[in-house]
């Protein structure tokens, strides 16, 4: 048996607007060798050659491939799977379940025939439901198919805080759950600058029109595109959650995890925080919410259920 050192390897699903971007901070920052699959001839094969061309500028040594054959992914540590349609301007991302299902389902038995070992991350919306989906499809364990949106959600709040009160975003410590939707839940009762309750900080009115501008944000960025959804910060966070697995950081951070009663909730995917380590979703973190707070998770998660009813 040889004991020579394997590079890792991450398999992005979907090679797209986020697909591409991720491509580009795998290689920024490391991560592995990169495999670019879509369903797109020569799509994935013209980026991984473009990205190949970057390497040498910022003297990176990733390998990139592109295909159009899932087997390609034979192996993946990670996979990250982004593959189906976005948002156009007036769609709600429940808009997109029926189509994206059938995409997701196909890829899920790509993954479990070529990478059964891999750690999943699902970014394609409506979040929840296509995470939940990816599970039951593939039959991983719960603890290997995790969904992105909290990560992006949090960083969303964080970022209109940070401008709100003129300091670093370093500085702001915020958290979201919830489903990926229009009532995700901003949880202000834990959301500090530099440990000082927010609302210590910023008036509870303004506090209420920053929380409605975080649960439209998304929104926000499809109504100036035009074309599609945020790209950029939504494969930041995914690259967050891929790090924190493959270096073992058990990071704490809020992710669509499979519940099984925390939070008074069962056999459901929802954003809430957990510890994320070498073995995948190792904890879900259980935080004590208000009234408030409880009414608003209880209410996302019935509408998370109703989709998985369309399903
Ligand atoms: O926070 C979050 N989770 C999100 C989710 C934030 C922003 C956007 N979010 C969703 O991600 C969005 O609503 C979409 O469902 C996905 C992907 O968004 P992206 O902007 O990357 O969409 P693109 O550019 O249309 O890319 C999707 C690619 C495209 O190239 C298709 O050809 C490909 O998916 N596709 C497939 N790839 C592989 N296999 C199959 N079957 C397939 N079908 C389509």
Redesign the pocket.
């Given at each position: 048996m040889s004991n020579s050192i394997r590079r890792r390897k991450i398999a992005l699903?979907?090679?797209?607007?986020?697909?591409g971007t991720l491509a580009l901070l795998c290689g920024q920052r490391n991560l592995g060798d990169v495999v670019l699959?879509?369903?797109?001839e020569g799509?994935p094969q013209g980026k991984a050659l473009d990205l190949s061309h970057l390497a040498p500028v910022f003297g990176l040594d990733f390998k990139i491939t592109g295909t159009n054959n899932i087997a390609d992914i034979a192996g993946a540590d990670v996979c990250i799977v982004?593959?189906?349609?976005?948002?156009k301007p007036g769609m709600s991302?429940d808009d997109?379940v029926k189509t994206?299902a059938d995409?997701v389902k196909?890829?899920a038995a790509g993954i479990k025939e070529h990478a059964p070992g891999a750690f999943v991350i699902v970014?394609?919306?409506p979040?929840d439901a296509m995470v939940y989906l990816m599970q039951k499809e593939t039959g991983f364990p719960t603890s290997h198919v995790v969904?992105?949106?909290g990560v992006?959600?949090t960083a969303r709040y964080q970022a209109f805080l940070a401008e709100e009160l003129n300091v670093s975003v370093s500085s702001v410590s915020a958290f979201v759950l919830g489903g990926?939707g229009d009532d995700m839940v901003p949880v202000r009762s834990y959301t500090t600058c530099n440990g000082i309750p927010v609302g210590n900080l910023i008036k509870s009115d303004r506090l209420d029109a920053i929380e409605k501008r975080v649960r439209g944000a998304?929104g926000e960025v499809v109504a100036l595109l035009k074309t599609?959804?945020?790209?950029y910060s939504?494969a930041a966070?995914a690259i967050q959650m891929a790090e924190s697995y493959l270096f073992d950081q058990r990071r704490v951070l809020a992710a669509a995890a499979s519940l099984k009663g925390e939070y008074g909730l069962k056999d459901l995917y929802i954003g809430v925080p957990v510890i994320i380590g070498k073995g995948g979703v190792e904890k879900v973190v259980e935080i004590e919410l208000n009234e408030n707070e409880k009414k608003a998770l209880n209410e996302s998660a019935g509408r998370v259920r109703e989709l998985l009813a369309i399903l």
């Open positions: 699903i979907g090679a797209g607007q986020i697909g699959f879509d369903v797109v799509m982004t593959s189906g349609l976005p948002r991302r997109l994206n995409i196909k890829v970014i394609t919306n979040l969904g992105m949106a992006l959600d990926h998304g599609g959804s945020a790209f939504p966070s």
